[in-house]
């Protein structure tokens, strides 16, 4: 009787241990955690005022063709879109903000003068919409649009 109460025992102590992951294998518990409590991504209004928005009239941007290893800047009216030659992409400027502010409600810009420019673009490939987010001039890194190919970035607004 007291081997089977040890043997019990013992197996439940093996039951309860967990065998190594693989090395580099990210955590079971982080990623069950992230793909339960992730919540979705909120768009905001951008909300801004009638100065800054007959100020600036288009968005200078810089393409860079990690393939051919060459890059290229362009000017982009606000509200229209550029075919990247030598590319199945489409670029859309939908807005542009010189000094970018974000509360809780709605997207504006803190000034009229160029200290945190951003531009909210839609790319397409192939005519589909494959990204829609903010390029920021400060901080390229943050959000930035991710393609195999080309890396698209904001330099900054254009004025009249």
């Not at 000017?75 to 670029?91: F, H, M």
């Not at 003068?113 to 001039?137: C, M, T, Y």
Request: proline fraction near 8%; charged fraction near 25%; hydrophobic fraction near 35%.
């Amino acid at each position: 009787m007291t081997s089977c109460l040890v043997f019990s025992f013992v197996g439940c102590k093996k039951a309860e241990e967990k065998p190594p992951l693989p090395l580099g294998h990210p955590s079971i518990e982080k990623s069950m955690r992230h793909s339960t409590t992730e919540t979705p991504r909120q768009e905001r209004p951008v909300m801004l005022p009638k100065d800054t928005r007959e100020t600036w009239t288009a968005v200078k941007i810089i393409a860079y063709d990690r393939l051919a290893k060459t890059e290229k800047d362009y000017i982009v009216r606000i509200g229209s879109a550029l075919a990247l030659p030598n590319s199945k992409l489409t670029i859309q400027v939908v807005t542009f903000v010189p000094d970018f502010k974000m509360n809780d409600k709605y997207i504006t810009t803190a000034s009229n003068k160029s200290k945190n420019p951003a531009a909210q673009v839609l790319i397409q490939e192939f005519g589909r919409r494959e990204w829609k987010g903010w390029l920021f001039a400060e901080h390229p890194g943050i959000h930035p649009f991710p393609h195999d190919q080309f890396d698209i970035r904001l330099i900054g607004g254009v004025s009249k």
